[in-house]
């Protein structure tokens, strides 16, 4: 039985990371921003016992040591952290403001990237003194796409592709192994609104499975991801785009 962190839990694709984990019989913080009722709802569903719900708002430096610190009481250890929540803002670059651009890239630097960069700091401070552990970062299509109405969001995903790998390599010798899983558009969470639109036939034909990612798809790679059997795919890149997209 493992103690997992979950971030930006309280629906869509972390909601379905977080009942895949607790279905393999670990136990489970599900992490919230400011939707607490909606995290309430995920904890109730979760199969097994010792589950929780810890709100933090991850762009505050502070309160992302204090939510790993808060974890690590709640369950007695940390021994997997999946770097999930996220946060996307159109700032297209021929129609905003330049404060309207420097808030966008503030905000979305700081929640996509900045974020998970801490939590992973505070995880690795634990983990290499408690045999090790596993991080899975979710990033996205767009880190290698572009997106040229949300470039903010593009260039944090990229980042965290190039932060895992590094971290991979610092701490592979303390037991730690890095891994990031990059969805493309999934049925669920921040691509709802768009899913729901006149260009969803136009997006699912992107793939040539004729369709967008489950949720439960995503869980299940971040749960082989934190398996010990992955462990020497640390610092890999597991693309879940459908080959709408190849590097």
């Known amino acids: 039985m493992r103690s997992v962190l979950v971030t930006g839990a309280s629906g869509g694709i972390g909601a379905a990371i977080a009942h895949a984990f607790a279905e393999a019989g670990d136990r489970v913080v599900v992490h919230y921003h400011r939707r607490r009722e909606a995290a309430e709802k995920v904890l109730s569903a979760l199969p097994g016992t010792g589950h929780h719900v810890i709100g933090a708002d991850l762009t505050d430096p502070e309160q992302a040591r204090q939510l790993v610190a808060d974890t690590v009481e709640a369950l007695g250890g940390l021994d997997v952290l999946v770097n999930n929540a996220g946060v996307e803002r159109p700032h297209p670059v021929l129609d905003v403001s330049y404060g309207e651009w420097q808030d966008a890239w503030s905000f979305t630097m700081a929640a996509n990237l900045q974020g998970p960069v801490n939590l992973a700091y505070c995880a690795v401070h634990h983990m290499k003194d408690h045999g090790g552990g596993r991080i899975v970062n979710i990033s996205s299509r767009s880190a290698v796409r572009g997106e040229p109405e949300e470039m903010a969001y593009a260039a944090a995903k990229a980042g965290l592709n190039a932060f895992g790998q590094s971290l991979a390599q610092a701490v592979g010798h303390r037991g730690i192994a890095v891994m990031t899983v990059a969805p493309?558009?999934?049925?669920?969470?921040?691509?709802?609104?768009?899913?729901?639109?006149?260009?969803?036939?136009?997006?699912?034909?992107?793939?040539?499975?004729?369709?967008?990612?489950?949720?439960?798809?995503?869980?299940?790679?971040?749960?082989?991801?934190?398996?010990?059997?992955?462990?020497?795919?640390?610092?890999?890149?597991?693309?879940?785009?459908?080959?709408s997209y190849l590097r």
């Open 184 to 243: 493309g558009f999934v049925d669920a969470g921040m691509a709802d609104p768009i899913l729901a639109g006149p260009d969803v036939e136009a997006i699912k034909a992107q793939s040539p499975l004729g369709r967008v990612a489950r949720p439960e798809e995503i869980a299940a790679a971040v749960l082989f991801c934190a398996s010990p059997d992955a462990e020497f795919a640390t610092g890999a890149i597991l693309d879940m785009f459908g080959a």
